[in-house]
């Protein structure tokens, strides 16, 4: 019985431990932090065994197979030693696509792909038997053992992609690619491009790759490392001949000389970045047959992400916005970029090592206050303080709402658009999100 070890007790690893158990892996689980209650009852009741609070290498290193969880970073001594032994380490894409013969839609980029993939479904559910998955919803290991679908929308990290071998999508989805993350990729911009585009590593010309094709960053490694799936670009400033491209104020999609027209004044999302997520989305339905009609009614209807520009209350004419999923500068350009008002915006958390400077023609134009809300704002300071009136700092989630209900006047909007990650003082961005939408509630 070969011996399946998963570093990391979460979503993805509980979904892998019982999938793994079903096809008749020994399985062992080690979770270096604390286990939730609600995982331990799962691996309990089912027989796997665990551990948590350390590693114990005794029963690591004998391992045929080690699934890691992406949040843990290949310079772990722990991952030296199991790589030193030759055991493989897979990601749980890499796992359990092994156990499914599912038409796979993959989508990544450093911005959008909770959007995306979100849209994608929205647009593939009305007609196809399909599963959401990846980095959101039920882990794609558990959906293959309670409802095999016949079609996945799997939403995928440069960290899940670290550990593919034969990891194939049908149609994979690059969106776009800016430094991110950069502190797991040894601080090389190349090493973190390579991992995206290692989403289409496995694909032969029988598949389908869509990328933005003013992406500068996408279409130059494209022309030093070509790839061998069938592409599809998608733009907003050239005519595509087979693609998606903007013509005035209509979306043009042609695959194969089947071409089918949008109209972009009626998308539910709002922004330029919007419709990019949009041709994306669609270019896939097309390619999976969905009908113009039903592609057209789920732009329509589509009601949009939780923590994404998520517009929460108007108080006194003024609007509070919570993008608190806006983890680096790229997602806090896109947010800055369609704010139509004077913006008080409440920013910081833990930095990547990021680079402000494109944020500085927005911040000139429409921010009228900065609220930090971080453990360390100096390098927020330093960037924005001499660009606006009122810059202020405060660790409360509470207080930063207080302080931006005084600052803000009629026909302002508050806007939670962090560019940074939540962990200095949030669990993760979802509870930063809550945690501003219930202090506007309490206004």
Not at 306 to 312: A, I, N
Not at 332 to 359: C, F, R
């Amino acid at each position: 019985m070969k011996r399946l070890v998963i570093l990391g007790g979460g979503e993805s690893g509980l979904g892998t431990a019982l999938l793994g158990k079903a096809k008749g892996y020994n399985v062992f689980v080690s979770d270096s932090g604390q286990i939730k209650k609600k995982y331990k009852d799962v691996l309990t009741h089912n027989e796997i065994e665990f551990e948590d609070g350390s590693h114990s290498e005794n029963q690591i290193l004998n391992a045929d197979l080690v699934m890691k969880s992406p949040g843990i970073p290949n310079k772990v001594s722990l991952i030296k030693k199991i790589r030193a032994k030759g055991i493989p380490i897979v990601s749980e894409i890499e796992f359990a696509s092994g156990f499914t013969n599912a038409t796979l839609v993959a989508i990544t980029g450093s911005n959008g792909k909770t959007t995306t993939s979100s849209l994608i479904y929205h647009l593939l559910k009305q007609e196809l038997d399909v599963g959401l998955s990846g980095n959101i919803g039920d882990s794609f290991a558990k959906q293959i053992l309670e409802h095999d679908y016949k079609n996945y929308v799997l939403e995928i990290s440069s960290f899940q992609l670290d550990d593919i071998i034969q990891f194939k999508p049908k149609i994979a989805v690059l969106l776009n690619i800016t430094p991110d993350h950069l502190d797991r990729y040894d601080y090389v911009f190349e090493n973190y491009i390579a991992s995206k585009f290692r989403i289409a590593e496995n694909q032969t010309k029988d598949d389908y790759f869509i990328y933005d094709a003013d992406d500068q960053v996408i279409t130059s490694w494209l022309e030093k490392h070509p790839i061998q799936s069938t592409l599809l670009p998608f733009s907003l400033k050239k005519k595509i001949e087979n693609g998606a491209y903007l013509d005035k104020q209509e979306i043009k999609i042609t695959i194969d000389n089947n071409q089918i027209i949008m109209p972009t004044g009626n998308l539910a999302l709002e922004g330029k970045h919007n419709i990019k997520n949009a041709m994306a989305a669609s270019t896939v339905a097309h390619l999976l047959k969905i009908r113009k009609q039903t592609i057209r009614e789920s732009l329509e209807n589509f009601q949009g992400v939780e923590h994404r520009l998520e517009h929460v209350l108007k108080i006194n004419k003024v609007q509070y916005i919570n993008d608190s999923k806006a983890t680096n500068v790229n997602a806090t350009y896109y947010a800055l970029e369609s704010m139509d008002a004077p913006t008080v915006w409440i920013v910081g958390g833990q930095d990547k090592g990021n680079d402000y400077q494109e944020l500085f023609q927005f911040v000139n134009e429409k921010v009228k206050a900065i609220i930090c809300l971080g453990v360390d704002n100096q390098k927020l300071l330093e960037n924005f303080g001499g660009m606006v009136d009122v810059i202020v700092e405060t660790q409360f989630m509470s207080e930063a709402v207080k302080i931006a209900y005084k600052i803000a006047e009629a026909g302002d909007n508050v806007l939670l658009s962090p560019a940074c990650a939540s962990f200095d003082l949030f669990e993760n961005y979802e509870d930063r999100g809550r945690q501003f939408k219930e202090a506007v509630r309490n206004l």
